[in-house]
DNA sequence: GCGACAG
DNA sequence: ATCTTGTCGC
C-alpha cells in the first residue's frame, strides 16, 4: 500500500549498479540529518544479510509500543555484487529492496547494518535506503570505515561523536554495562539525538538493536 | 607507492 | 561476511 513510492522510485531510478553509482555523487546533496516534524517510530524495521555462495537476507519489523515482533521475512538472493569498502550499497542495498517489496506492514524507520553518514562521502547504505525508500534510516555498524573517536565510558547510554573532517557524522555508543560500543550514525530523515534514543531503547537482548540482532540470526540460519 | 578498509 | 575450538563470564 504506502511501498507504491517505494516502488515508483525504484522504477524511476532504474534500480541497478549504474544508477546506485550515480547517486553515490548526489546522495549528499540530498540526505536530510534531521528529524522528520513528528517523529516517534512505532514499526522500526531491520534487515541483514548473509553470505555464502548465495545471500540470505531476513527483515525483522519491531513494534515498538508492543514490545514484540510484526513481521519476519527471509529470502535467499543472487549475490549482486563484491564487496568493496566504500561501496557497500552496490552489494547489500539491492537485496534489501528486493525484500522491502514484500513485506506489507508499514515501517515507520529503517536500521541498517552498516553506516550512514559515516561515510567519505556521506553515503553509507544506511543513507542510501533512506532516500531510495523516503524512509528515516539509521546505521548501526560494528567497526568504524572513517574518523576517530575517543572510548565513551562503558555504562549504558554514555556516548562520543565520531568526528571525520571536523564534522560529527555519527557517535561511538554504549548499549550495555562493560560492552564495547557501537556505532551510530544518522542515515536521512533523523538526527544524531533520536538516532541515539531509539538504537539505546532496542538494545534489549544484546548490545545490537533487537530487530536487527534477530534479523541476523533468522538470516545465518537459514544460510546454513 | 603504502596502508586503511562498514559487511 | 566467512573460515573455526576453546575459553572466560553472566
Ligand atoms: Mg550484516
Redesign the pocket.
Known sequence: MSYILLLDKINKSNFNQGKIEELYSILPEIIIIKDEPDFNPDIVGSC?????SFAIVSYVAWSVSKRCVVEEITRKKEIPAE?I?????L??LPLIAEVLLEISSQIDCLIL???GIA?PQM????SFAGVLFKLPTI?T?????VGEYESPVLKRGEHSDIIYNLEKVGEALCTKDDTSPIFVSPGHLIGFESSRRLILELAINSKFPEPLRLA?IN??KS?L
Open positions: 541483514d544479510v548473509s553470505y555464502r564487496y569498502p566504500g561501496r557497500f550499497a552489494r547489500e547494518d552498516g553506516h561515510h553515503s553509507g547504505l544506511a546505521g555498524a560494528k567497526n568504524l570505515l541476523d538470516a545465518r544460510s
